[in-house]
């Protein structure tokens, strides 16, 4: 997960859901905030936090809010065939296979006679 914004300016404090963050810890060489946390259940969640800047002597603090969505690890695949209700052997069978909540460009299958079109 990215949230980002450009500055030229380092953060004098972050807070994520109400938790203060070391600094010297969660900003790295190149001025990303990198913390971690436990994301929660399944489902999609909300988290906010505040960074803190010093501009002209006083701190001005930038909140921040996004969502993410965690997804059940897939443990079963979908096959289905694209342009008939049946399985043809010995002819050209087009199928969609997929695992839930994984990319399509994560997902490899492998069968005899298969081949694969991107």
Known sequence: MVLGKYANVTPQALTLEGKPYDLSD??????????????????????????????????????????????????????????MNVVYRGLENPMTIAFPGVPDNNTVASAPGMRQNR
């Open 26 to 83: 969660a900003i790295d060489s190149t001025g990303a905030a990198l913390v971690s946390f436990n994301v929660g259940n399944v489902g999609e969640h909300t988290f906010k936090g505040v960074f803190t800047f010093l501009e002209d002597g006083a701190d001005l603090d930038i909140p921040f809010e996004a969502n993410y969505v965690v997804v059940p690890r897939p443990n079963s695949a979908s096959v289905s065939a694209d342009k």
